[in-house]
């Protein structure tokens, strides 16, 4: 069973500072992993996709790994803004039998200040 | 990518009652999914509906408590039923999207309060 942890859980950051967040997940034989934002009391926008077969992918300032073999992705925000203020989310997709399933970590709640 | 709305945004209802949440995505697609997303924790996924043949259930979710209709390829309803506080969630309709079908996307989500 596909098992998907994020660390830190919460993070606090003055506005300007690059970071980074993590997840990881139990099972490497993943078909992609998608990174997503969730701003309180609303849905997900999803930020990046990778594919089991790509290392990264980059939109604007952020920038997405994966490390399949040994199960790790991470997300890096650089020149944090106040407006980056949510709660991020890794999701791996694999196999649950007739489909394919979306595996959520618990996120990562980040507040960046002014 | 994918524009889903859902109705409603929010309710309140009472104990033993039971809601219809509605969702509607802006083109075709196969497979609609619905989660649920209790407080503080991350989204769970409570079934696949695909048009035309019966609604896949996840573990720990059964029919009779999550009724799902899926009457065309834009449409799909999730029904609460018989709700306790227990039930009190955000509940997420979910399509794929992109090459390969295979990036998803949401919509703003059902945020229920059961008294």
């Known amino acids: 069973k596909q098992e998907v942890t994020q660390i830190p859980a919460a993070l606090s950051v003055p506005e300007g500072e690059n970071l980074v967040l993590n997840c990881s997940f139990t099972d490497s034989a993943i078909y992609n992993l998608q990174w997503f934002r969730q701003d309180p009391g609303k849905g997900l926008t999803s930020l990046l996709l990778?594919?089991?077969?790509?290392r990264e992918q980059t939109s604007g300032r952020l920038n997405a790994s994966l490390d399949k073999s040994s199960g790790r992705s991470t997300l890096y925000i650089a020149a944090s803004q106040p407006g980056d203020s949510a709660t991020y989310l890794c999701?791996?997709?694999?196999?649950?039998?007739?489909?394919?399933?979306?595996?959520f970590g618990k996120g990562t709640l980040l507040t960046v200040n002014p | 990518s994918a524009v889903i709305s859902q109705k409603p945004s929010r309710d309140i209802c009472q104990r033993g009652t039971s809601l219809t949440i509605q969702c509607q995505v802006d083109?075709?697609?196969?497979?609609m999914f619905w989660y649920r997303q209790q407080p503080g924790q991350s989204l769970t996924l409570i079934a696949t509906?695909?048009?035309?043949?019966?609604?896949?259930?996840e573990s720990g979710f059964v029919i009779d408590k999550f009724p799902i209709s899926r009457p065309n390829l834009t449409f799909s309803t999730l029904t609460v039923s018989n709700m306790s506080p227990e039930d009190s969630s955000i509940y997420l309709c979910s399509v794929e999207r992109g090459v390969s079908y295979n990036e998803q996307f949401f919509g703003p989500g059902t945020r229920l309060t059961v008294l």
């Open positions: 999701a791996v997709k694999s196999s649950g039998g007739s489909n394919y399933k979306l595996t």
């Open positions: 083109s075709q697609v196969t497979m």
């Open positions: 990778i594919q089991s077969s790509q």
């Open positions: 509906a695909n048009q035309g043949s019966e609604a896949t259930y």
